[in-house]
């Protein structure tokens, strides 16, 4: 089946630091997905890419669309307390709708 | 707007036990997901819902998994009987409908629910 290799699986930084995290798949995917999952929430969107190259921002984060179209890398710029969670890279959308998550990178940030 | 709502938040059964959790979408969307997160590991698809029908359920372990959305509106998953492995928390997701042009379409998630099997 179709697998999402994200890394790293967790990382611990220093408030204000920058972070950046990245997904990669072994098939070609038309629609990458970037979601955040707060401690006892379900998972909320945060970027969808739909083309190959296609770079977009979301204030602090912005998200890459990998030119292969087997990859996308997630970065956070000067974080803050409330960018702690878990950040997924996801296939999707497409027509049937399904989505197949990545399992995930832990972003812990220090005092 | 209120979002998806779920209940019980959590729940702690023993094995070969019944449990049942109750999900309501957001008010118009045609689509309900369940999905089964394991600690760990990202949400995996259990069950897809368009409207009243069942579109994909390939990967609802059917000897022990039920899942029903009879008006079209709000969902029961039920578990029967409950095994140590079926710990997990299980989101439930809603959309506007399935193949809606211009891209995609943004399942919304509840908080979900813990289950612990002892």
């Known amino acids: 089946g179709q697998q999402l290799n994200q890394s790293p699986q967790s990382m611990f930084i220093q408030e204000g630091e920058d972070v950046s995290m990245n997904c990669t798949s072994s098939s070609i995917f038309n629609t990458w997905l970037w979601y955040k999952q707060d401690p006892g929430e379900g998972p909320v969107l945060l970027i969808a890419l739909y083309k190959a190259g296609e770079l977009t921002s979301n204030g602090r984060l912005t998200a890459q669309f990998g030119i292969t179209r087997k990859d996308s890398f997630l970065n956070i710029s000067a974080s803050i307390p409330s960018d702690v969670g878990i950040y997924f890279c996801a296939r999707g959308g497409d027509r049937d709708d399904k989505i197949i998550f990545g399992k995930g990178t832990r972003l812990h940030i220090l005092p | 707007e209120a979002g998806v709502a779920q209940s019980p938040r959590y729940k702690i059964i023993e094995k070969r036990q019944s449990v049942a959790f109750w999900c309501n979408p957001i008010s118009g969307h045609a689509t309900l997901y369940w999905y089964q997160q394991i600690l760990g590991q990202g949400p995996k698809l259990l069950i897809q819902?368009?409207?009243?029908?069942?579109?994909?359920d390939s990967q609802l372990p059917k000897d022990r998994f039920s899942a029903e959305r009879l008006k079209g509106v709000d969902s029961t998953l039920k578990i029967q009987p409950a095994k140590l492995e079926d710990s997990a928390v299980y989101l439930c997701?809603?959309?506007?409908?399935?193949?809606?042009?211009?891209?995609?379409?943004?399942?919304?998630f509840g908080p979900g629910t813990r289950l612990t099997v002892l």
């Open positions: 997701a809603s959309s506007l409908g399935l193949g809606l042009a211009g891209g995609v379409n943004e399942q919304f």
């Open positions: 819902f368009q409207n009243n029908g069942v579109v994909d």
